[in-house]
């Protein structure tokens, strides 16, 4: 089945050029199923690309998804446009009455911060502390994945000497994990943080398993159970640009930034980098929508009253 978004939505015309199947709400209401109900908290500045990159996968998917995009409401965008928030987002407050099969929290540009200097961590704190009971499923990406285990388990953050930016090879540590269903043993990520979060941590919380591990990047991907909370520290859903976009950008900014690790061919940054991730990425959303489809309950309202 497509994914449901506004035909208006920029993302709408990228996505049918690639062959992604889209549908509008006509089209959505004729068929007599319930569309899984997923939330996007773009956390990110350039919200219309982070939007192309999650619908993209989403929209991979064999069942039919209703994608709502919803912003942090104490801040203002200073890289989208207001006509466009307007028109295609949502306040937390205004959707926060809702139930939702899976909720994704984004990354955003504010890593260096202590997480009480954000300016909208006391919104984030009581968005995280609603999805557990309001949402089936949370992906938490990047500094989100950071930010939500450390609120909801205390694990900290540690700066990086330098960046942490490239593509890197990932060890599947859990080929059992239905998150990992048809993952290779060893697969490329792309990786761009400033911190990280360490194993030593991670493993002092009983409720929380390392599905995914770098040996130069450290832990990737962290599952739990009891809270149906999944934890990616690095970005599955880049574009094959992305890291090109951010490294020239670094570079015509004058910022000391060095070439992103085995991207470029020939480490060349005049060649045009080639995907070596994005089957992994649809296999892993994939996966996320299969097992959410499966386990959660058909009455939205259901959501969260002793789900087991």
């Known amino acids: 089945m497509p994914i449901k978004i506004p035909d208006t939505l920029p993302a709408f015309e990228t996505l049918a050029t690639e062959g992604v199947r889209v549908m509008t709400e006509t089209v959505a209401i004729r068929q007599d199923i319930r569309p899984l109900q997923i939330g996007l908290l773009n956390l990110m500045p350039n919200k219309i690309k982070t939007e192309i990159q999650m619908a993209r996968l989403i929209g991979a998917s064999p069942l039919q998804v209703e994608l709502s995009l919803i912003r942090i409401g104490a801040h203002r965008a200073k890289n989208t446009s207001e006509e466009h928030l307007l028109a295609f987002y949502e306040t937390w407050e205004e959707v926060k009455a809702r139930k939702f099969d899976g909720f994704i929290i984004t990354g955003a540009p504010v890593e260096t ?18 999805t557990t009971t309001n949402v089936h499923s949370t992906l938490n990406v990047c500094w989100g994945a950071m930010a939500a285990i450390y609120h909801f388990h205390g694990v900290p953050k540690y700066p990086l000497k330098e960046k942490a930016f490239g593509v890197y090879r990932h060890q599947n540590l859990q080929p059992s994990s239905v998150y990992l269903n048809g993952f290779s043993d060893d697969f490329a990520v792309p990786v761009s943080r400033w ?83 994005r089957s992994h990425a649809h296999l892993f959303f994939g996966n996320w929508i299969n097992e959410m489809y499966q386990t959660t309950p058909y009455e939205l309202d259901m959501i969260g009253r002793g789900e087991s």
């Not at 493993?203 to 390392?210: F, G, K, N, S």
């Not at 599952?223 to 990616?232: I, S, T, V």
């Open 113 to 130: 911060l202590e997480y009480e200097d954000v300016t909208y961590w006391n919104e984030l704190k009581r968005i995280l502390d609603w």
């Open 195 to 277: 911190t990280e979060v360490r194993r030593t941590d991670i493993d002092r919380v009983a409720d929380l398993e390392i599905l995914m591990e770098s040996k130069e990047m450290g832990v990737c991907l962290v599952h739990e159970q009891k809270g149906k909370r999944l934890y990616m520290f690095n970005h599955v859903e880049y574009d094959s640009t992305s890291l090109s976009d951010e490294y020239f950008r670094d570079v015509d900014a004058g910022v000391p930034i060095k070439m992103p690790h085995d991207y470029f061919p020939h480490n060349d940054s005049t060649l045009p980098p080639q995907n070596r991730w």
